[in-house]
């Protein structure tokens, strides 16, 4: 598949578990991604990485922890999430610094925590 | 600080209608303004940017810098148009403001 794969597409998980979600995309971009999608707010930016560096961090609880250890592969890894956390997970790419080129994103993770 | 505004959560339109979608941002510097879709149950995708000044699907876009507007326009609306719309605002520090969206109801 081109563009911005994730995995798993549907996650259920309880309270206590560890998993994490994968983001992987080869179109040549330098900055990943995680945003948040629910009912409530549409739209929430979770974290900026750039080149591999986090450049920000939207204020997020610690039970997600994301990781980027090279420019095509993005992780978010979660435990002891709550059922609030239930959403989609999306990632996205772009090329940093050249913002009019816009994001490329992924087709999200469903998250339901039970 | 950069920021963008939808201010309708729901628009509903009849068939061969045309549409609007609001969107109204702020930022100090030079903006790139862009429209996302996400139709049901497939990714979020860019529909366009205003930097290309195209017309995508019948739809069209145009920066008013003086208003702070970027309003998305269809002059007859389809019932395959029904998704959801974001407007987005892109700087080149890389991070995109995104809105909140306007869900987009064509009825036969």
């Known amino acids: 598949e081109t563009g911005v794969t994730q995995t798993p597409r549907h996650l259920v998980m309880g309270m206590t578990n560890k998993k994490s979600l994968k983001c992987e995309q080869h179109l040549g971009h330098n900055a990943m991604y995680w945003y948040k999608q629910s009912a409530k707010k549409p739209l929430e930016l979770m974290f900026v990485y750039n080149f591999k560096e986090q450049t920000e961090n939207n204020s997020v609880p610690s039970r997600f922890s994301p990781e980027c250890p090279n420019s095509s592969h993005l992780f978010l890894h979660l435990h002891t999430l709550q059922p609030e956390d239930s959403a989609l997970y999306l990632c996205?790419?772009?090329?940093f610094g050249q913002g009019k080129n816009g994001y490329t994103f992924g087709s999200g993770t469903r998250l339901t925590v039970v | 600080a950069q920021r963008v505004t939808q201010p309708e959560k729901l628009l509903s339109v009849f068939k061969g209608a045309p549409v609007e979608l609001k969107c109204n941002y702020s930022?100090?510097?030079?903006?790139?303004l862009f429209w996302y879709v996400q139709y049901s149950r497939q990714r979020l995708q860019l529909l366009l940017r205003h930097i290309s000044r195209e017309s995508i699907k019948g739809f069209t876009a145009d920066l008013n810098k003086g208003e702070t507007s970027f309003h998305l326009k269809k002059p007859f609306a389809q019932e395959e148009d029904s998704a959801m719309y974001y407007c987005a605002l892109g700087t080149n520090a890389g991070k995109s403001t995104f809105g909140d969206g306007t869900t987009l109801t064509v009825k036969p």
């Open positions: 996205a790419s772009s090329l």
């Open positions: 930022y100090s510097g030079s903006p790139e």
